[in-house]
């Protein structure tokens, strides 16, 4: 069941995210959650949304500490 994400990314790996055009979500515009590893988003442009990123669910998770996660060439804006 979805929980207002533009994308999740729930216990996977291998994910490419890749120019994505994202605003207005319900909740954040990226969440990878739950031990996903080797996540690339890149080219992507996110707006009108205070909440683009959610890496890794919580501190105390200790699968989430070894996640991979590559982040570049992307536009964020809030306006």
């Known amino acids: 069941m979805a929980d207002g ?3 999740s990314i729930f216990g996977s790996s291998h994910v490419w995210v890749d120019h994505c055009s994202l605003s207005n979500c319900a909740d ?4 990878a959650v739950m031990s996903s590893t080797a996540i690339k988003v890149a080219n992507s442009y996110c707006t009108h949304h ?3 990123m959610l890496l890794g ?3 105390s998770y ?3 500490k ?3 996660v ?4 992307n ?3 809030n306006a």
């Open 28 to 31: 954040g515009l990226v969440d």
């Open 70 to 73: 590559t982040v570049a060439f």
């Open 57 to 59: 669910h919580s501190d």
């Open 62 to 64: 200790e699968r989430d």
């Open 5 to 7: 994400d533009a994308i």
């Open 50 to 52: 205070n909440e683009v």
């Open 75 to 77: 536009h964020s804006e």
């Open 66 to 68: 070894s996640m991979q």
